[in-house]
């Protein structure tokens, strides 16, 4: 069997193993920008052997599989399948990745619009000098879980408000033996946080 003879016998039995038709092949290949263009004819032909492969096409279909392309002539007829088993387990694996990603990226945009619009929410309670209770537990929270907080915003590009900056009640809060305790020191400091917020606004204001 010659290169190219595997190569395409290849190509079929991996479509199938990753149990996609050539359809969904040719789809695949169009979402990919600057890629070649195939037809399901055209890549029927190419899998009997009726249409010779060009070499960017070769790239850009073990791409659109993602496989490397020297695995289009890993195998022959007769030889050991136990590689196509493993092939066939990767697109469940290739799908949990990608969901995890777009978790990830969807965590980090709701991370910014929960963290802008607590922010909001402050800054109106204590413009207007209404002392919000909602607001006042944002506060307490975060005087709680300041340090987890404080890298995830970094990473996202958000800067860490002074209001976050919060050493000494950090210290005081880890150091006391029961949650009920933490949360009320935590309250007590959101308490005193927001006055001194409404005090700037006031200032700032008269100013």
Not at 11 to 24: D, F, K, T, V
Not at 58 to 65: N, R, S, T
Not at 87 to 104: F, H, I
Request: with cysteine; hydrophobic share 35%; glycine share 4%.
């Amino acid at each position: 069997m010659d290169s190219e003879t595997m190569a395409s016998w290849n190509l079929r039995r991996i479509r199938q193993a990753l149990g996609l038709s050539q359809q969904q092949v040719c789809d695949k290949l169009a979402e990919l920008p600057g890629r070649s263009r195939l037809s399901q004819s055209q890549l029927a032909k190419i899998e009997r052997g009726e249409r010779p492969w060009r070499v960017n096409e070769m790239f850009d279909l073990a791409e659109a599989l993602g496989i490397q392309y020297f695995e289009f002539f890993t195998g022959q007829p007769g030889s050991d399948d136990r590689s196509m088993q493993v092939l066939s387990a990767r697109p469940r694996y290739q799908r949990a990745t990608d969901a995890s990603r777009k978790a990830e990226e969807a965590y980090k945009e709701t991370l910014k619009d929960e963290f802008k619009a607590a922010l909001k929410l402050v800054h109106t309670s204590t413009h207007l000098g209404v002392k919000d209770e909602t607001a006042l537990s944002y506060l307490a929270g975060q005087a709680e879980i300041a340090e987890e907080v404080e890298e995830p915003l970094q990473e996202i590009g958000l800067p860490v408000p002074e209001v976050y900056e919060l050493p000494q009640v950090q210290a005081r809060l880890a150091a006391l033996p029961d949650a009920e305790r933490r949360q009320k020191e935590a309250r007590a400091w959101a308490e005193k946080e927001w006055e001194r917020l409404a005090a700037e606004a006031r200032k700032a204001e008269g100013e």
